[in-house]
């Protein structure tokens, strides 16, 4: 006797953007296409952070004062915790029809347009997406999503950042700037204290060190400053740099609860594309009787 079959799975592994998925979708990322700039931000982080904390730091701590490795210390860690974060993090994503209509959650029937909606011009629909667009969300042509409270995409994070993890953005370039002025004070005491007593070699190595190193300070610290005055007037960056008004209250910083659940179990459909990374152990449907 035949028996019909039900297939169901995670809802990460039918996800239809071009967001990635690893430890079997209890973490999502952007897109492939970012690997190179985010690689590039870790190995910059990685590497220039790993001679003051395994040889800098400790000298300081001996000659000078324990005080200033502690703040290095902390600040470089939390910069490393919040990158994490602000990568890993669902930035806002707003499902697509077809995953709403997949998770049967009725919270977010409202966000699938109706005939009633064709002729309200105040509605705004994403085409891709077919929902309709919150104030202040946006489509990412890289992610391939509809982000709530969509700030930017950030090919260096390798995500978007949106009202769900720009919290977690602003803290991360703002340890980044406290660990690289840190390290920088720590740098220039070394040279001067534990180095050489040579001024002249002092003055060679204060030039060819201090000078790059002040540079990168000023460009993140500007960054800094460019997200402050964005939370004070309280818009996004495409807000800002398009010249938008604000069509909304809706707080650009607020850790909401995420619209859906990537492991969530669902059934897959015939026409369904399963959705696979090198990270996955298996990708075969979970097949149960019907």
């Known amino acids: 006797m035949n028996q019909n079959k039900q297939q169901l799975v995670h809802l990460y592994q039918l996800w239809p953007s071009n967001n990635r998925f690893f430890c079997r979708g209890r973490l999502m990322t952007g897109p492939s ?35 200033l490795p502690i703040i290095s210390y902390v600040m470089y860690f939390s910069c490393v915790l919040f990158l994490f974060l602000t990568q890993f993090t669902d930035p806002g994503i707003i499902p697509r029809k077809e995953i709403i209509e997949k998770m049967k959650d009725e919270n977010l029937f409202h966000l699938i347009p109706s005939e009633a909606d064709n002729n309200n011009y105040n509605i705004r629909i994403c085409i891709t997406c077919m929902i309709k667009k919150p104030p202040r969300s946006n489509h990412c042509a890289e992610c391939d999503n509809c982000v709530d409270v969509f700030d930017h995409h950030c090919p260096f994070v390798n995500n978007c950042i949106g009202k769900r993890n720009y919290a977690y953005f602003i803290s991360f370039i703002s340890t980044l700037t406290m660990a690289a002025i840190s390290f920088g004070i720590e740098l220039l005491c070394f040279i001067i204290l534990i180095a050489t007593s040579d001024q002249k070699v002092q003055q060679i190595l204060i030039i060819i060190l201090m000078i790059p190193f002040g540079i ?12 402050i005055f964005l939370i004070i007037t309280g818009k996004t960056t495409k807000e800002q740099l398009k010249n ?12 909401t609860k995420s619209l ?10 015939q026409y369904d594309q399963i959705k696979s990374d090198q990270h996955m152990v298996d990708v075969n449907p979970i097949i149960i009787p019907a």
Not at 244 to 255: A, G, Q, Y
Request: glycine content about 2%; charged content about 15%; overall charge neutral.
């Open 33 to 67: 296409a970012d690997n190179t700039t985010n690689l590039f931000t870790w190995l910059l982080i990685l590497l220039i952070g790993a001679p003051f904390i395994f040889y800098i730091s400790p000298q300081i701590w001996i000659v000078l004062h324990p005080s």
């Open 216 to 227: 990168c300070i000023i460009l993140v610290f500007g960054l800094l400053i460019f997200h």
């Open 244 to 255: 938008l008004d604000m069509n909304s209250n809706d707080r650009k910083c607020e850790r």
């Open 260 to 269: 859906f659940n990537y492991r969530l179990i669902v059934e897959k459909l």
